[in-house]
């Protein structure tokens, strides 16, 4: 192996483990840097493919002064760090790291952490060199022949696709990101049905729907008189995926007593039932949530250590609004669907149905799309869905964007809109009424009724840029 790695750790004993694990994995190592001018001297004379780096240095310099440095460079980096303090994440995650490794280090998740860094800097240097080439593009963004349950051939899917067929056959622990609806669920079923692990149970909980004082009970199992109103033993979840994989669904519902616990059990590989002994468990976990984990780590509802650990390699899936293209072929997808299912001979939706829900924005994603369909065919008597209500739904939020009332006379073409600029003006308009406040209590994002995630993700589609609006109200979130 020639790849060449420099470590930048001034404790002696973990810099030392570190090479120890990367050199009897045949990687060549530089010499140890305690410090940012010593790692620079060092990279100065021989070049290191990636660098493993602590945020707290020997100096007046850090880490994080350092990755500005190797960004430049174009080399790519990892954080080690025992820090759980907001504001130093914050600032390290700016950095666009390819990972983070906490402190103790395990030998698998350093050689792991370091595999999946790699791919993604090899991926990024690929993109930046072919961008303006259409043939390499077009060559590159393949969809797998096994995800045969994944309609859809936009290019965002493949890249979720392809990103997936890379990372499902190794052991790696999977986060996927994405609002409610975009298919989470039907992305972790893949992981598992191309790995290793396909023919062992995938295990799948629903965090937000476990109440908090069943939760441990469901995941780790009790004993039979173990608590009052324990009947009889209970096999949890973690037991029940052993050798399998286990989807932990909504993840972010997590209480912080059962992240702690959580935690525990991912780095030992061993579970407690609740009165029981200890059991050694071999299980892979593929995470999901649809909340933005980095900003609940800043508010404290979210272990910063536990998200290092399920979020080796994050996969976000597109809202439906991002790949309208998919639209047509997920509609009939699920018209032949119900009309088997209704025992009715339905052929196809008109035209006009069709550019109705290519108009439309989709806030429910597939999952609405599908109930849509559904709904239709059981409405319909014909061959083909000719009735659209979604014209009527997308006018309705049109209407409200713009703040029109009905019962007026209708606007003037000169008045009329495109829906993402009234979009726009509706977010801007509740950030104003909220003192520019973005999430928590009294938030444009509870005044909207979505998640901060969301909230966040249309912003930067609209061109609302956080940071300057932080500069022209400070002190506000």
């Not at 660098?51 to 500005?68: E, F, H």
């Not at 790696?172 to 692990?197: D, F, M, P, W, Y």
Request: proline share 4%; aromatic share 6%.
């Amino acid at each position: 192996m020639n790849t060449r790695i420099l470590i930048v750790e001034d404790q002696f004993v973990e810099a030392n483990n570190l090479k120890s694990i990367l050199k009897n994995a045949g990687y060549s190592i530089s010499p140890i840097a305690s410090s940012v001018q010593e790692a620079l001297h060092i990279i100065d004379h021989e070049l290191p493919d990636l660098v493993l780096l602590d945020i707290y240095l020997q100096g007046r310099l850090t880490g994080i002064d350092l990755a500005i440095t190797l960004t430049k460079q174009n080399i790519a980096f990892v954080y080690l760090s025992a820090n759980s303090d907001g504001n130093i994440f914050d600032k390290a995650k700016a950095t666009r790291p390819y990972g983070f490794l906490l402190k103790p280090f395990r030998k698998k998740d350093v050689l792991v952490t370091l595999d999946v860094a790699w791919y993604l800097h090899q991926h990024k240097k690929d993109s930046v060199s072919f961008s303006g080439n259409a043939e390499f593009q077009k060559k590159s963004i393949i969809k797998p022949v096994d995800f045969r349950q994944i309609i859809g051939e936009s290019t965002v899917i493949k890249n979720v696709l392809e990103k997936v067929s890379i990372v499902a056959p190794s052991d790696v622990s999977v986060l996927i990101l994405g609002e409610n609806g975009t298919g989470k669920e039907q992305i972790a079923r893949c992981t598992h049905q191309l790995s290793a692990r396909r023919h062992k149970p995938l295990i799948t909980v629903n965090c937000a729907g476990l109440p908090a004082n069943l939760i441990e009970s469901e995941l780790f199992g009790h004993e039979k008189g173990s608590f009052t109103g324990a009947t009889e033993t209970r096999i949890g979840k973690f037991e029940q995926a052993h050798e399998g994989t286990l989807f932990l669904d909504e993840i972010g519902e997590l209480p912080p007593n059962l992240q702690a616990k959580l935690l525990r059990v991912l780095q030992e590989k061993e579970i407690e039932p609740i009165g029981g002994r200890k059991k050694m468990v071999d299980v892979r976990v593929i995470a999901a949530t649809n909340r933005n984990l980095e900003e609940e780590i800043i508010k404290g509802n979210f272990r910063m250590d536990l998200y290092y650990r399920i979020s080796a390699f994050p996969v976000t899936l597109p809202a439906l609004r991002e790949r309208k293209e998919d639209i047509p072929l997920l509609a009939n997808h699920f018209l032949l669907l119900y009309a088997r299912k209704e025992n009715k001979t339905i052929t196809s939706l008109a035209k006009h149905v069709i550019n109705d829900m290519i108009e439309y924005d989709w806030p429910g994603n597939v999952r609405e799309l599908e109930n849509f369909v559904a709904r239709s065919v059981l409405l319909t008597r014909g061959e083909v869905i000719n009735v659209s209500d979604l014209a009527v739904h997308q006018k309705k939020r049109f209407l409200e964007a713009a703040n029109y009332d009905e019962s007026n006379e209708p606007p003037s073409k000169e008045m009329i809109k495109t829906l993402k600029r009234n979009e726009r003006e509706h977010i801007l308009a509740a950030l104003k009424s909220c003192n520019w406040k973005l999430y928590g209590r009294n938030g444009a994002a509870e005044l909207l009724q979505v998640n901060a995630s969301t909230l966040n993700s249309k912003m930067k589609k609209l061109g609302i840029d956080r940071k300057f609006l932080s500069k022209l109200h400070p002190g506000n979130k």
